[in-house]
């Protein structure tokens, strides 16, 4: 207890502020489920939530036990019915949300929130017309940087370039692949787009080796 103590000193505990709000009857069942948790601290409840009708229940959870927690409320219904809320919490000084994270199965730092992950690479990964914007710059960056041997060019490209985005929704989420042909279909007609510019360069220059 004392080690546990002296480490609270010199590290804050990584959790994440849940807010609930769902029908009344559910009360009881959800905060049993909140409060059966080890990972799970500050739990409070109000009958606060106006639309729609019902509870505000609000409490602290370690990020290890944040999946868990999230797909009990599920089960209940309660992303139909009303909302599920979490946010980040940078300071917290509370030796009760310490212990609570002492007590969560797992490490912080491994712990993957698969909702957040979801919906990040889901916004990640629309098309818009900025996306598009950024695509056929990065695509015609590269072709420049090929066609004038410069790696440095080649390198800005892979930086402009938004691609990552649907790569890491492939990954949790097929809808991305039609992205991903889009990426494929703007490279050739930006390459195009290049190569009707090219007598902008040198011919002796397209015609050298780029060992670069």
């Known amino acids: 207890m004392a080690r546990a103590y002296a480490r609270q000193a010199v590290s804050v505990p990584i959790v994440l502020h849940l807010r609930v709000i769902a029908p009344t009857e559910l009360r009881e069942p959800l905060i049993d489920l909140l409060t059966g948790n080890p990972g799970v601290t500050h739990v409070f409840h109000r009958d606060a939530a106006i639309d729609p009708r019902g509870d505000e229940i609000t409490a602290d959870i370690a990020r290890e036990s944040a ?14 019915r ?15 949300a310490y212990r609570a ?27 818009t017309a900025t996306y598009l914007t950024f695509l056929c710059i990065a ?59 090219r007598q902008l ?9 780029r060992p670069l």
Do not use: H, Y
């Open 201 to 209: 360069v040198d011919r002796r220059q397209q015609a050298r080796a």
């Open 82 to 96: 009303g909302a599920i809320t979490l946010d980040f919490v940078d300071t917290v000084l509370s030796t009760r």
């Open 139 to 197: 695509c015609m960056l590269a072709a420049v940087g090929v066609i004038t041997d410069s790696p440095v060019t080649i390198v800005g490209a892979m930086v402009v370039g938004p691609e990552f985005g649907p790569l890491a929704a492939l990954a949790v989420a097929a809808q991305s692949a039609a992205q991903l042909a889009v990426n494929l279909i703007g490279i050739v007609v930006a390459g195009v787009l290049v190569l009707w510019v």
């Open 101 to 127: 994270e002492e007590e969560a199965e797992g490490e912080p730092a491994d712990a993957v929130i698969w909702d957040e992950l979801v919906s990040r690479t889901r916004e990640e990964s629309t098309l």
């Open 67 to 80: 999946n868990d927690v999230v797909d009990g409320l599920k089960k209940f219904a309660v992303k139909e």
